[in-house]
């Protein structure tokens, strides 16, 4: 079983900048490919960004390509979304996710809040 930590979400202005943190336990971490998703009210839960196990391969989402950069540090078991000038549409509950063969895990999730 994996469990993922979110942290780092709250709110900014717009143009403001946040790090979002996904700490993982309960596997080898490297063996984990790991992606951000998120949900605005009312809305599905969608894709952000994914990186692969050794973090040499990103793809991201056309709504966040050059303001958001995904990374992983699997010497401290945790990925990272880097958040860039921030809209308000990006307002939403940003969740972590990981995935080993068949199976997913999800985050509980942390709030990111775009307002002025």
């Known amino acids: 079983q994996v469990q993922l930590v979110e942290s780092g979400g709250g709110l900014v202005q717009p143009g403001g900048s946040l790090r979002l943190s996904c700490a993982a336990s309960?596997?080898?971490?490297?063996?984990?490919?790991m992606a951000w998703f998120r949900q605005a009210p009312g809305k599905e839960r969608a894709f952000v960004a994914t990186?692969?196990?050794?973090?040499?391969?990103?793809t991201y989402a056309d709504s966040v390509k050059a303001r958001f950069t995904i990374s992983r540090d699997n010497a401290k078991n945790t990925v990272y979304l880097q958040m860039n000038s921030l809209k308000p549409e990006d307002t939403a509950v940003y969740y972590c996710?990981?995935?080993?063969?068949?199976?997913?895990?999800w985050g509980q999730g942390t709030q990111v809040t775009v307002s002025s």
């Open positions: 996710r990981a995935v080993r063969g068949t199976s997913v895990y």
């Open positions: 309960g596997s080898t971490f490297s063996s984990l490919a």
């Open positions: 990186i692969s196990r050794i973090g040499d391969s990103t």
